[in-house]
């Protein structure tokens, strides 16, 4: 008995957080990707942000720790602060519930984590039938990851870091990017990049980037993030406060060009748009 209780109040080394919001259809893909890694030392700590409980992901692998759901909905940032303060693991990594990972993400991140405190991958985006879009950062990339790939990603650059309890996700636009871009800030401004360590980061056609929510107020978004790293009110100190704000500058300029490109065929759609664009300057 005491050695089965040792076993159970043992350390993870990673924490992996999913905020879950309709997430019924798909999440059990999300799981299923985390299940197969080659590194097994694990625990997956749902956030349902929604009253639905997730009940059912409790038969998938005893690992999975199920977080009490809400009433109604928070945002994905209070949803992963909830899973952080619950998180047991050395180490966390944030998988969306309708994302999926390669088999060897944490067995290639985790060991440059450890020496590091982050490490990076890349972020294959496609569409929902498995047709990659583009790549984050290029498939070609193999250097470490700094503010400047982060400033041309225009989406999601996810990674393995060392769980800092006292960290939250703030409750604002791309608080994902932020917090990632706090973690590389911590880790001095650069961060390992394992290549083959892939994120699928799968586009749904009612996601942000087909609304007019996405067009017409991200630039305010943009601004905001902007006017928060130079007050001194996130994770990044001074002295990676210009690179950290170009990073939202590029961004805004982005989708300046894209919103100009949606307005003439609103058919058009973002990933696409910005890999048609590789290679051309943005302009201030």
Known sequence: MMREARREQR???????IAAYQAREFIET?????????HQDFEIVVA????????????????????APVAAPTG???ARNR???AARGRFIAVLDADDCWSPNYLSRLLPLAERHGTAYGRTAITDWQGVELRSIPARDHQATIGFEEFAAAYGSL??????????QWQDLLAEDVLYDLESLALAG????????????LRIRQQSLSHS???????DAGYEQLIALIRAGATAIAKPHFDAAAGVFHSWRRMNGRFATAWQADRSTEFHAFVAGLAGEPLGE
């Open 158 to 167: 996810h990674g393995v870091t060392r769980l800092d309890p006292a960290r």
């Open 76 to 78: 994905p940032a209070k």
């Open 189 to 200: 401004g650069a961060a390992p990049y394992a290549a083959d360590a892939i994120y699928t």
């Open 212 to 218: 007019d929510h996405f067009i017409h107020r991200i």
């Open 48 to 67: 349902p942000d929604e009253p639905d409980d997730y009940a059912f992901l409790a038969q998938c692998d005893p690992r999975i720790r199920l977080i």
């Open 11 to 17: 350390q993870p080394d990673v924490s992996v957080i």
């Open 83 to 85: 899973a952080t303060a």
């Open 30 to 38: 999300a799981i299923a990707s985390v299940v197969a890694q080659q």
